[in-house]
């Protein structure tokens, strides 16, 4: 479950590399817009295994993005799974590409 949510913010967060968002767009977060301000970080938190934290994180990514605001995300992994996301960070994204991370649970 926790690496069928994390290929999905992956999948969904993998388009930012370049200055302008290409990625799905998503319905804005109301109240959100008084964290995403510049020089101000935000701090999320959640229980692995659901699909609303990916969800919620892409939503502020992408608010953030139409803000004109630079994003990081960093994302929590055992170091033994690198090498997985390594390899699918470099790849298209396909939906074989996404069977090999799934394949890892």
């Known amino acids: 479950m926790l690496w069928m949510s994390t290929v999905s913010l992956l999948s ?3 388009p930012f590399a370049g200055a302008e968002w290409t990625g799905p767009q998503f319905e804005s977060i109301p109240g959100a817009e008084t964290l995403l301000r510049p020089c101000v970080g ?3 938190g ?3 295994g659901t699909e609303e934290a990916p969800e919620t994180a892409a939503r502020l990514v992408c608010q953030a ?3 004109g605001l630079t994003v990081t995300v960093g994302l929590e992994f055992a170091r033994a799974e690198q090498d997985v996301i390594d390899r699918y960070l470099a790849s298209d994204g396909t939906a074989e590409d996404e069977g090999h991370v ?3 649970e």
Request: proline share 0%; net charge positive; no cysteine.
């Open 12 to 14: 969904i967060l993998a």
């Open 42 to 44: 935000a701090l999320l």
């Open 46 to 48: 959640e229980i692995h």
């Open 65 to 67: 993005f139409r803000r």
């Open 102 to 104: 799934k394949g890892t």
